[in-house]
């Protein structure tokens, strides 16, 4: 009977320590994060499930949701619900950040046991963007003095990044455009060509980027810029006769005093430095 009351003694004993020990254990607390999508263009958005499954249906004690990447956010839940937990979030990847990865990540406590869980979304974009148009008005010739008129289009599906206009030749010029992300744009530039400048060529170029870093570039036909016009000269008429003043009788001679002509053309103006009313 001793041993009898000791070995029920002993058992009892074994029962009580394992019951404590499950009582005290940190339960196991399964996390997961889903996306609806795997790949998204900056400025894209991507929605997000977390998921929190506590062994045991414990109490969830708080759920924290972070981002990196493209993305910088966090935030905490106070949770404080007994069993399955669910929680939906957007997330917009910023277009400036430009492309890399959005890495959405959660962790949540329930019945002393920590779990985690993260789901990682491409942001990239690797369609070049497109040059709708580049144009020099007037398209074949121009002459010193003149205005031309530069316009071009451009269209991205992520969105523009800037855009460069290159003038060389009879003009050289460079105008870069930040282009603010969107996704079309239209520009039109008019400039005058110098009265003074070298018979030549005008040629354009143009380079346009997007967020993912793509880069085109396109040339409009060469604009030749040439001078065939005859000079125009600013004079005055005076008339030789003494005492004339501002009148004039048959047989006065006049004679033109040429006062400015333009220094930039090879072209000569006809010879006439008097003239008789006879």
């Known amino acids: 009977m001793v041993f009898a009351w000791r070995r029920i003694m002993a058992t009892a004993a074994v029962v009580a320590l394992i019951h404590c020990g499950d009582s005290t254990a940190p339960k196991t607390v399964t996390v997961t994060v889903a996306t609806d999508q795997q790949y998204i263009l900056p400025g894209q958005s991507v929605v997000a499930t977390i998921e929190v499954i506590p062994e045991g249906n414990e109490t969830v004690n708080y759920v924290k949701i972070a981002t990196t990447g493209v993305l910088t956010s966090s935030e905490s839940l106070d949770v404080q619900l007994a069993g399955t937990f669910t929680a939906t979030r957007t997330f917009t990847a910023p277009r400036a950040a430009g492309t890399g990865m959005l890495r959405v990540r959660a962790t949540a406590s329930a019945g002393g046991g920590l779990g985690n869980g993260e789901a990682v979304v491409a942001v990239a974009d690797t369609t070049r963007p497109v040059i709708g148009s580049l ?141 008789n009313t006879a």
Do not use: C, W
Not at 145 to 173: E, Q
Not at 202 to 210: P, R
């Open 135 to 275: 144009s020099v008005t007037p398209a074949d010739t121009a002459q010193l003095g003149d205005s031309v008129v530069i316009s071009y289009t451009a269209s991205d599906n992520a969105g523009l990044k800037y855009s460069i206009l290159r003038l060389s030749g009879v003009v050289t010029l460079k105008d870069s455009v930040a282009e603010q992300y969107v996704s079309y744009v239209s520009h039109t530039r008019r400039m005058r060509i110098s009265s003074t400048a070298a018979q030549g060529t005008l040629s354009a170029t143009l380079e346009v980027a997007d967020i993912g870093g793509n880069v085109v570039t396109t040339a409009a036909t060469p604009l030749a810029v040439v001078d065939t016009r005859f000079p125009i000269a600013l004079g005055t008429l005076v008339n030789t006769r003494s005492g004339a003043g501002s009148g004039f009788a048959p047989d006065d001679t006049f004679r033109l005093t040429t006062v400015r002509v333009p220094s930039s053309t090879s072209r000569r103006l006809p010879t006439a430095s008097t003239a």
